[in-house]
């Protein structure tokens, strides 16, 4: 039997929102809902598009559905007690959308955090003094380890994931190493300044003024923390992104 | 009706786009319907709860020797031995700052067992550690990033630190757990009376917040010193915080420290009369942590007596909290967890009761005292001045230079209340000459109850924050355990979170939506009324 083509549009609708829904996490994180709006919408409107080109369809698609709104005299109980059930709930729901919207609105204001900012040109240019040392590169990730397991632990937890000991009392969640949207696409130069100057360092778009992370040029020396900057590395198994891998790209 | 597919090339949208304006209002009407009811579901699913960063931490996937001996070698020397040590004496860079340290391997006393006091574990107690970590402690969980045969390669290396484990080679069977007792009011009564009885409470206190008359003298085998755990944090406990966990611990005791076994002590029942009143002097579920704090409104004024009935009425918001570990001096061992608020309001004042638990009300030592103690202390912060736009803030600790933040702080030596600001925690607090806020506090049972309340405006516009029905204040936590030489800048800490006196809802709440509903309804009956005429239009013709 062939599925009425307002069956399959349905079908299509739903699956698409399914697939956004639930498949998408599967394969990278949940995607924000106002994204999944604007992909539905987009859904809708090529279904919409589909069906009104093909004019032959464009009959069958609609028709049941206004033979569904009018209603017939001779029609089954069944039929038009889902039909009333319709013209109910669909002012309800619009009821329901608009006191949703004029009912004050008690969510503090959490601004958008910028994670990644464009460091100030006082960030560039650092380059690590260690990094063309190979005969002691081992030793010098042991003395990173030792300076992490004393400072960093606490917030960014034994398996560098960010989930330190104390990391559930923030707001701003400590820095996961070991995924892939932090230090594995950043520049050292840029690791070495947000370590110099902590949160407090952050431009305005980043809340300084929320996140924990410590200025550590007051507590750790500059080769402590080229270091400790290695160690990180070393244990995530990443490398540092440099300009020749952009060029590459 | 239905519309004959002519070629379907661009000619025929004329003719298309005439027939559709003619016949089929209809359509209109459907693809607006359409369009709202399936693009707006997002809305209706959309979960609130902000969507939390995807953490993905690394299984080992290095190729590991196939011996289990040397995988687990390797192992421990990439994941463990930063906190117990090359020679898995406990002794890692990092040892010092945890509390309490990371086991030694090497005197191989192992805490939560099966197995009797005093004998070695189980490979499945050691695993069901090395799986879930020791909440409380800087002990992780590791079933997220080594499989269980790694877990099971790491038990075996960290075994050849000690030869006790050759020696005691006929070792203790785990302990078997009798019939369940289910929790009830009569099960938690009789294991209240044998908690007393037992002696629990010298070292875990009358209420079991650890504050027993011996709680801060004990020593673990190593000389340093621990706390009996607070059995009304759960959540904290080592070795689980349901009733089952409790009834093993009280049966097999925590090797290494003075927490005994009562094994011989109690019988199947009795024991779990004692693990369900254990068990319920946690909440359940769980606390979780709050954002916003809404006060309550009352006629009444505020009380400051934090016994006041009228304070059970507030709502309570928990949050947890951390070591101020981001500015020397340091706190890496903070002893307050977390702190309980609530708060209320009237028209002239609006007033806070805080409320965390500590082992001890303590005095500042004299001076030349030989171990230093200081007062016990809380502090709320707000900034000193609400910035446009409601964003920007002083940083969390303390403020920063250019922006300061006014702290309404309480100390128990005394039981006084003053106020000070700050600019940054290295720059220290400065004393406010002219207070506006009262308070008062009481300490019972190894629990602080503390008020602080302040008029809603004051005439210090510069320095104090001015309270207005419907915005959003930053508001911050601070506790100090004097005893656990908490002062100045080593003390627990929160970030910011908000307080918002509600306002009442305004009257378009309920005007806007029945008219909605009714004009919505009126186009359904139009579109019925207007399909019907089109029909017996069409079928007359």
């Known amino acids: 039997m062939k599925l009425p083509l307002i069956a399959k549009a349905f079908a299509l609708e739903l699956g698409f929102y399914l697939l956004l829904k639930l498949g998408m996490p599967l394969i990278t994180s949940p995607l924000p809902s106002s994204v999944i709006f604007m992909y539905m919408t987009l859904v809708t409107i090529s279904i919409l598009l589909y069906v009104s080109i093909f004019e032959d369809d464009f009959g069958n698609f609609y028709i049941p559905i206004v033979d569904f709104i009018r209603g017939d005299d001779n029609e089954s109980g069944l039929r038009k007690l889902s039909r009333i059930a319709v013209f109910i709930l669909i002012p309800l729901f619009f009821g329901f959308r608009s006191y949703q919207s004029v009912l004050p609105n008690f969510n503090p204001p959490f601004p958008q955090r910028v994670i990644h900012p464009a460091p100030p040109g006082s960030a560039a240019g650092f380059t690590n003094p260690f990094g063309d040392d190979e005969a002691n590169h081992e030793q010098y990730i042991e003395e990173g380890r030792e300076v992490f397991y004393k400072n960093c632990v606490f917030c960014h937890g034994d398996k560098l994931d960010g989930k330190g000991f104390f990391a559930h009392a923030l707001n701003v969640k400590p820095a996961n190493f070991a995924d892939a949207t932090t230090i594995s696409m950043l520049m050292e130069s840029f690791v070495f300044w947000r370590i110099k100057t902590g949160g407090i360092g952050l431009p305005e778009e980043s809340t300084p003024w929320d996140s924990a992370m410590p200025r550590w040029e007051l507590i750790l020396s500059e080769e402590e923390r080229w270091k400790v900057i290695m160690f990180l590395y070393d244990y995530t198994g990443w490398k540092p992104r440099t300009w020749e891998l952009e060029g590459d790209e | 009706m239905i519309i004959r597919a002519g070629n379907q090339g661009l000619g025929n949208l004329k003719v298309m786009s005439k027939l559709f304006i003619k016949n089929d209002i209809q359509s209109l009407f459907l693809l607006v319907f359409l369009f709202t009811i399936l693009g707006g579901q997002p809305y209706l699913f959309a979960d609130e709860e902000h969507e939390e960063v995807k953490t993905t931490a690394q299984p080992d996937s290095e190729t590991l020797p196939n011996d289990d001996l040397a995988a687990g070698e390797m192992i421990y020397k990439k994941r463990c031995i930063s906190c117990h040590g090359d020679e898995g004496d406990g002794d890692g860079p990092a040892a010092d700052r945890f509390q309490p340290k990371p086991r030694s391997f090497k005197k191989a006393e192992f805490k939560y067992r099966t197995t009797p006091r005093n004998s070695l574990p189980t490979d499945d107690d050691l695993f069901r550690v090395i799986s879930n970590g020791l909440p409380g402690t800087g002990m992780p969980d590791w079933a997220d990033v080594l499989t269980k045969k790694q877990r099971r390669q790491v038990i075996k290396y960290i075994k050849t630190f000690s030869d006790k484990w050759e020696k005691q080679a006929d070792r203790a069977s785990a302990l078997k757990i009798g019939e369940p007792v289910p929790t009830s009011e009569e099960s938690i009564e009789r294991g209240k009376k044998k908690f007393t009885a037992l002696g629990c409470t010298l070292c875990h206190g009358a209420e079991g917040r650890g504050d027993g008359p011996t709680s801060l003298v004990l020593r673990n085998h190593r000389g340093d010193s621990v706390y009996p755990r607070n059995l009304n944090k759960n959540w904290l406990f080592r070795g689980g915080g349901e009733a089952k966990d409790i009834y093993t611990r009280i049966n097999t005791g925590i090797n290494g420290t003075p927490m005994p076994s009562f094994a011989d002590k109690l019988n199947n029942e009795e024991s779990w009369d004692v693990a369900n009143y254990v068990r319920s002097l946690s909440p359940t579920p769980n606390p979780e942590r709050g954002s916003l704090i809404k006060p309550l409104s009352i006629e009444e004024g505020i009380p400051t007596d934090p016994e006041d009935p009228l304070w059970d009425q507030a709502p309570s918001s928990w949050f947890p909290m951390m070591g101020q570990i981001s500015f020397e001096e340091r706190l890496f061992t903070p002893t307050v967890t977390d702190i309980t608020v609530k708060s209320l309001y009237n028209d002239k004042e609006i007033g806070f009761k805080l409320i965390w638990d500590d082992r001890s009300s303590s005095k500042a030592s004299k001076p030349s005292a030989k171990k230093k103690i200081y007062t016990d202390q809380v502090a ?47 720059n220290g607090e400065v004393k406010k000459s002219e207070s506006n806020v009262k308070g008062s506090g009481r300490f019972k049972n190894g629990q602080y109850q503390v008020v602080m309340k302040r008029s809603l405006q004051t005439s210090d516009k510069e320095k104090d924050i001015q309270f207005e029905i419907g915005s959003f204040y930053p508001i911050a936590f601070f506790a100090m355990d004097g005893t656990n030489g908490e002062v100045a800048s080593k003390r627990s800490i929160t970030p910011w979170y908000f307080v918002l006196m509600e306002p009442e809802t305004p009257k378009s709440v309920y005007i806007l939506p029945p008219v909605v509903i009714i004009f919505v309804f009126g186009v359904e009956f139009v579109l019925v009324k207007l399909l019907k005429k089109n029909k017996k239009a069409s079928s007359s013709s």
């Open chain 2, 380 to 426: 709320i912060q707000f900034p000193e001045k609400l910035q446009p736009g409601g964003v920007k803030k002083p940083y969390f600790i303390m403020g920063d230079e250019k922006l300061g933040v006014n702290l309404w702080n309480w100390q128990s030596d005394g039981n006084q209340v003053f106020e000070t600001t700050a600019n940054g925690i290295l």
